[in-house]
């Protein structure tokens, strides 16, 4: 039989329908194959995450004693990854140093008592929030605790915020 | 004992008969030939990707990809080893300039109006192909990882992030983690080193095999004159295999002139404390960091790039008014609109990017997303759809012609902000001079 007609039979004959449930089945189960491969793949990425979140559990860093930040300055921990604000009114706060527009790395500027980002030029002031586009919302923060009278910053979780606000500070 | 002169000969004609004419046609329409009508973009593509693959199997030979080794595996590979400048070279100029030969060709493509007809599939897989070459340069960019790649993956992935509902969860899938960290460096070599080159592997004999389907390149004609049936034909060997030949070796030439005399550099190592100033991205994307300076990132980030990109695939299958296969720039008219189009983007993106520079920047009557976004979109939009009715019904342009002249004018903008974004761009993203 030549392929054109056995095609042509193909609907016709009982045993050729059962090729074509066959067909059907051989394209499920390469479907499914597939979907197991693309599952597998993601779950290969898990580990790293799950091991991640464990380190960021614990990891509650210990800044130093209050007495140590004068009102109105800014210590950086390069460690830490983070800043520890203290406002002039003797507050604390501490915050991420990643930019929010495009996750480049702000550096505090002194002279002009402000964070001032290098890649597009956007601008923070002391409680992180935005002097100057093109950031649309303030630097992320962490929870701070005084515990005796020493400074500790929770690391484990990151607080994003859209603005400033005065319950976020942490008096001593 | 045959002459073994003679056997070398049938040996020869073996292998050109059973592989190269398998490979290529065995015949092809002697006017396709000419090389101002292909200029050999497409063969000088698939020769770059050879290229890439076998500069890259020798590097990955050296390189190590864990943040703490990544930037000393290619020191080491630039200063201890005999050829490893050249291979790195090799490697950096085939993959930079096959971006540029891939998008010339997606443009002769489109101005011989060889995206029609039996093309029209293959115009889809070629711009499936064009985003798994941007997608290899942009995860090679990020292994040396020295300041230049890190910073300029962060800025990149951190568009990522504007996307609204999933752009954080995409975000931190692509970095694996909310830093560029060794998670990251891995995902990208593993993208790099396989997924990209399988899929392009897979696409680029999908790509040929409709070309030759369509029975090769398309056959150019005059404007007014119909294809002819009949064309005249030549052999694929010599006359094409050669020509081809002639193309690859040399391409071959001048990569090898720029690996040798303009190698790139290696710049410092990664250090995620300290953003460089200015920090841009790869020049492919500076276009699309250009637009995220002037629009809110809703539309920067995605309504405009899923617009383009939907208009590109959609072209094709747009019904078509009249049949301009073959002929250059459509029809004498279209040619006269496309460089009305070229021309007006030339002048008016630069005095646009500076108008929104200069006076247009704070909006505080509207909040952003509507003052930075929705209303400049809308009026550019609104723009587009005047002019392409304005042409159709003052110039007397087909409605190919029109979209022609829209691609043409967005083409040029595209480029125009690529090039600000390259040259005139210093400290904080301010426009200077780049003397």
């Known amino acids: 039989m030549t392929e054109l007609e056995s095609r042509k039979t193909e609907t016709k004959d009982p045993d050729l329908s059962r090729r074509g449930f066959f067909r059907k089945v051989w394209l499920v189960l390469g479907a499914l194959a597939t979907l197991q491969f693309l599952w597998i793949g993601f779950d290969m990425l898990r580990p790293r995450k799950r091991r991640r979140r464990e380190a960021a559990a614990g990891a509650i860093y210990t800044a130093g004693p209050v007495e140590r930040f004068e009102p109105g300055t800014v210590t950086a921990f390069p460690e830490g990854r983070f800043y520890l604000s203290r406002l002039p009114d003797g507050g604390f706060l501490a915050l991420g140093r990643t930019c929010t527009h495009l996750g480049c790395t702000v550096p505090w500027i002194e002279e002009d008592r402000r964070f001032a980002c290098p890649c597009h030029a956007s601008v923070f002031d002391i409680t992180g929030e935005v002097l100057s586009p093109p950031a649309d919302r303030a630097l992320d923060m962490y929870a701070v605790r005084i515990e005796n009278g020493i400074v500790k910053v929770d690391l484990g979780r990151t607080i994003k915020r859209r603005g400033f606000e005065t319950a976020q500070v942490t008096m001593p | ?435």
């Open chain 2, 1 to 435: 004992m045959g002459n073994p002169r003679k056997a070398t000969v049938a040996e020869q004609t073996r292998v050109r008969k059973y592989f190269f004419l398998h490979m290529r046609p065995n015949r092809v329409p002697a006017a396709t030939l000419r090389y101002t009508h292909t200029f050999g973009l497409g063969g000088m593509s698939a020769v770059l990707a050879v290229l890439l693959v076998l500069t890259g199997a020798l590097m990955m030979l050296a390189y190590e990809p864990t943040p703490g080794r990544a930037h000393d595996s290619i020191l080491g590979l630039q200063t201890e080893t005999l050829f490893g400048p050249l291979v790195r070279g090799l490697h950096f100029w085939s993959a930079n300039l096959l971006i540029a030969v891939a998008l010339l060709h997606m443009l002769r493509v489109f101005f011989t109006g060889a995206k029609d007809g039996p093309r029209k599939l293959n115009w889809v897989i070629g711009l499936t192909l064009l985003g798994c070459v941007l997608a290899a340069n942009f995860t090679g960019y990020l292994l040396p990882w020295d300041q230049l790649s890190y910073w300029a993956v962060t800025i990149c992935t951190g568009m990522l992030g504007y996307v609204p509902g999933v752009g954080g969860w995409l975000q931190e899938a692509v970095r694996g983690g909310r830093e560029v960290g060794p998670t990251t460096l891995i995902i990208f070599y593993t993208i790099h080193t396989t997924v990209v080159p399988a899929a392009m592997v897979v696409l680029m004999g999908f790509h040929f095999w409709r070309i030759r389907k369509a029975r090769g390149v398309v056959l150019p004609r005059p404007a007014g004159e119909s294809a002819p049936t009949d064309p005249e034909f030549a052999r694929g060997w010599p006359d094409l295999i050669l020509r081809e030949l002639a193309v690859g070796t040399a391409l071959i030439a001048v990569v090898m002139m720029l690996a040798i005399f303009a190698g790139p550099d290696l710049g410092t190592p990664a250090n995620p404390g300290m953003s460089p100033n200015p920090a841009k991205a790869p020049w492919y994307f500076v276009g699309f960091q250009e637009l995220q300076i002037h629009f809110h990132p809703l539309f920067s980030v995605l309504v405009i790039p899923l617009a383009a990109v939907a208009g590109l695939i959609w072209w094709p299958y747009r019904r078509r008014e009249a049949d301009q296969t073959g002929v250059l720039f459509g029809s004498p008219v279209g040619r006269r609109t496309a460089l009305i189009a070229a021309l007006t983007g030339l002048i008016l993106t630069p005095l646009l990017i500076i108008a929104d520079e200069k006076w247009l920047q704070p909006t505080a009557w509207a909040p952003a997303v509507v003052g930075h976004g929705l209303v400049p979109f809308l009026i550019l939009a609104a723009a587009v759809v005047g002019s392409h009715q304005f042409l159709r019904r003052r110039l007397n342009a087909t409605r190919e012609d029109a979209d022609q002249a829209v691609f043409v004018l967005l083409a040029t903008a595209f480029t125009i902000m690529t090039m600000t974004g390259v040259w005139f761009r210093g400290a904080g993203m301010a426009l200077v001079w780049p003397w």
